[in-house]
């Protein structure tokens, strides 16, 4: 068993390295762009101040629930993100010049990327869950070839949006300890 603390400085090294944007501006192609749209009241988060770049980047690294759409109100320079998006929210969507939406292209339920399209999938892979997008993680040594599972000593979410990202999926949804998948 690999210890912890090693794998996620070299974890977060390889995400940052792989899949780090350059600026905000980079997060706003998962987005798709609608003119004078807004949910009506529907928001998880109220941010004054950000730029439409900001709140594109504010809505895809949300951790405590999955953003699906955003919406800039220029005219008070106002970031709203949803849990929701036009297909999904029970309130009644307004329109209004000044306002600016996005909904995320990507689908409302992860679908994975497909087998071996994640340039990491050689090196990392979720085993022993109930479908491919959940289960226990595991590293191949590459010395050996051999696929090992990594402690979960200290593993949380951040950990877990690492090894998402890595496999492929935006996000992570919820992250288990306690070898919840096996050992």
């Not at 990491?120 to 479908?131: A, H, M």
Request: charged share 20%; net charge negative; proline share 4%.
């Amino acid at each position: 068993m690999i210890k912890m603390r090693a794998l996620q400085v070299w974890l977060a090294a390889v995400a940052l390295v792989s899949f780090g944007f350059a600026n905000a501006q980079d997060y706003l192609q998962y987005f798709q762009h609608i003119h004078g749209i807004y949910s009506d009241g529907d928001n998880d988060e109220t941010i004054n101040g950000l730029s439409i770049e900001e709140c594109a980047r504010r809505c895809y690294e949300a951790t405590s629930y999955f953003c699906r759409s955003f919406e800039v109100d220029t005219s008070s320079s106002t970031c709203f993100t949803s849990r929701n998006n036009r297909e999904t929210t029970p309130v009644s969507m307004g329109s209004a010049s000044y306002y600016e939406y996005y909904e995320r292209l990507e689908p409302t339920v992860v679908v994975p990327p497909g087998p071996g399209s994640s340039p990491f999938s050689d090196i990392i892979r979720l085993v022993n869950g109930p479908n491919e997008r959940e289960g226990r993680v595991e590293i191949r040594q590459t010395t050996t070839s051999s696929w090992g599972t990594i402690c979960d000593d200290n593993w949380d979410l951040n950990d877990a949006h690492v090894v998402c990202r890595m496999l492929g999926y935006p996000q992570a949804l919820s992250s288990v300890g306690s070898a919840y998948y096996g050992q």
